[in-house]
Structures are given as C-alpha cells and as structure tokens.
C-alpha cells in the first residue's frame, strides 16, 4: 500500500509546524523551500488542515500557520484516514467495480482487508508528537534555529 503524496506532505506540515518553537508561526513558503513542494500545492494542504482542525491560519504581515492543538492530541492514523480517500487495495474490495470472478471464494481479499485494518491499527498508536522526539536532528535537517 502506497499513501499519496498530498497525506505524506500533511504529515510533513504538521511536522514542521510541530517543531517550531512556541510562539513562532511556520509559513507555507518555508515549508515549501525546504520540502521542495510547490506552494500552491501546500496551500491546498494547508486549506485542508485548518478545515479539518489540525492548524491555525494567522492572516496578515506576521501570519503564518501553528498547530491548533498539542501534536500529541493529533492522531496520526485519524490523519491519514481523513487524507486517504480510497482503501480499495484491490478492485475485489469496490463492490460497484469487482469483476473477479474467484472474488465470492478468494481469501486474498480478506487477508489483504486484515493488513489494512493492522496498518491504520498501527498509524491509530501514534500521534504527531512521536513523529518529532528526534527534534534537535529534525531542527538541523529543516534548518530551524530555535
């Protein structure tokens, strides 16, 4: 299973905006600098996260983005449920679209349906703040000064 990139780069933003000293704001423009993701892109992403509650967007001349909440409150199998629109591994897993005729006998589906619910059991376990316990080697990979 392959997550896409717009989830892989939500988890980054939270990431980064989770390593910023408090009370400093993180901009889309450094994030995208750093990850090397266009802006209008992040900006998406960046929409998306304050919607659903993870980020705070400060308008104005000193705005920028923040965590909303502590990154250990932010769940990140809950995250990349909400990224992930579609779990369908196999076309035996889409009703409206399975055209296997083995699909009624075949075990894969189901041992492949067992993987995924271990794989968000497994996301479900950690939060945001687990993402950054190496922080002083995240805060030099990103360039971040404290």
């Known amino acids: 299973m392959q997550l896409k990139k717009y989830t892989d780069y939500a988890l980054r933003v ?3 905006t989770a390593m910023k000293p408090e009370g400093k704001l993180a901009s889309i423009k450094e994030i995208s600098e750093i990850f090397f993701i266009s802006q209008h892109h992040l900006g998406k992403i960046v929409f ?26 932010i769940n990140v199998g809950m995250v990349v449920r ?14 409206d679209v399975n055209h296997c005729v083995i699909s009624p006998a075949c075990q894969l589906k189901h041992m492949l349906n067992k ?18 316990v190496n922080d002083d080697e995240l805060l030099r990979l990103m360039g971040i000064r404290e």
Do not use: H, M, S
Not at 82 to 95: A, P, Y
Not at 115 to 132: G, K, M, N, P
């Open 14 to 16: 939270l990431i980064f």
């Open 48 to 73: 998306e996260l304050n919607k659903l509650g993870y980020i705070e967007t400060i308008r104005g001349r000193n705005g920028g983005i923040r965590l909303a909440e502590p990154p250990e409150d």
């Open 82 to 95: 909400q990224f992930e629109n579609d779990f369908t591994i196999l076309e035996c897993f889409d009703k």
């Open 115 to 132: 993987a995924l619910q271990e794989f968000l059991y497994v996301l479900d376990q950690y939060t945001i703040r687990d993402l950054v």
